[in-house]
């Protein structure tokens, strides 16, 4: 088993820039892939990033791709999502998930690819 808990959500404006943690314990070698996924209010939860193992591989969602940056350290157990120009439509509960395999894009993004998930985080975006 693997837990996971996030933080670092809050209130920003549009334009700003917030990071999100997520830190692993128990079986950390079963969260070879951790990834951030989001929910808005009365949507689904929709992927945003992933990242593997080493770091060296990683995907978006077209929706973040040049705003949002996804890493990782191991030695800490820590993944991190940075987001930069932070824009109303990015107000969501930002959920973390691991998952002991790496994933293509293809099915990387998919809720059911993951058996761990956190509690969330909060962030709002105001305009």
């Not at 591989?57 to 705003?67: E, H, I, L, N, Q």
């Not at 820590?78 to 930002?94: K, V």
């Amino acid at each position: 088993q693997v837990q996971l808990v996030e933080s670092g959500g809050g209130l920003a404006q549009a334009g700003g820039s917030l990071r999100l943690s997520c830190v692993a314990s128990g079986r950390t070698s079963s969260s070879q892939t951790m990834a951030w996924f989001r929910q808005a209010t009365g949507k689904e939860r929709d992927f945003v990033a992933a990242i593997s193992w080493s770091g060296g591989s990683y995907y978006y969602a077209d929706s973040v791709k040049g705003r949002f940056a996804i890493s990782r350290d191991n030695a800490k157990n820590t993944a991190y999502l940075q987001m930069n120009s932070l824009t109303p439509e990015d107000t969501a509960t930002y959920y973390c998930a691991a998952a002991p395999d790496w994933f293509s894009l293809k099915y990387g993004s998919r809720i059911n690819s993951y058996p761990y998930w956190g509690q969330g985080t909060q962030v709002t975006v105001s305009s």
